[in-house]
Nanobody
């Protein structure tokens, strides 16, 4: 069983920054791609960013490109999401997840999920 625990969410004004972290309990952390998703009230969960096992390759949703940066520390089994220039529409619960197959943006291709951390951006 893999546990993923997110932290770093909170309330921030538009234009501000936050860094989310996700700690994994898995010893095999470095073998898997990791992703961040978000879900706003009344909306479907959507892809935000993903990072390859080595950290050498990343993918981003168009809505966050140039503002968010995903990174990972395999020695600490942790993945981060640096969020800059935040907008009210970034308000959501953010989840990290482990991908086992398929494509970075597909929710069902991820097998383990964290409990989520709330990010609220005020205008």
């Amino acid at each position: 069983q893999v546990q993923l625990v997110e932290s770093g969410g909170g309330l921030v004004q538009a234009g501000g920054s936050l860094t989310l972290s996700c700690a994994s309990s898995a010893r095999t952390f470095s073998l898997y791609e990791m992703g961040w998703f978000r879900q706003a009230p009344g909306k479907e969960r959507e892809f935000v960013a993903a990072i390859s096992p080595s950290g050498g390759s990343t993918d981003y949703a168009d809505s966050v490109k140039g503002r968010f940066t995903i990174s990972r520390d395999n020695a600490k089994t942790t993945v981060h999401l640096q969020m800059n220039s935040l907008k009210p529409e970034d308000t959501a619960v953010y989840y990290c997840a482990r991908r086992t197959t398929g494509r970075p943006g597909v929710v069902t291709d991820y097998d383990y999920w964290g409990q989520g951390t709330q990010v609220t951006v005020s205008s």
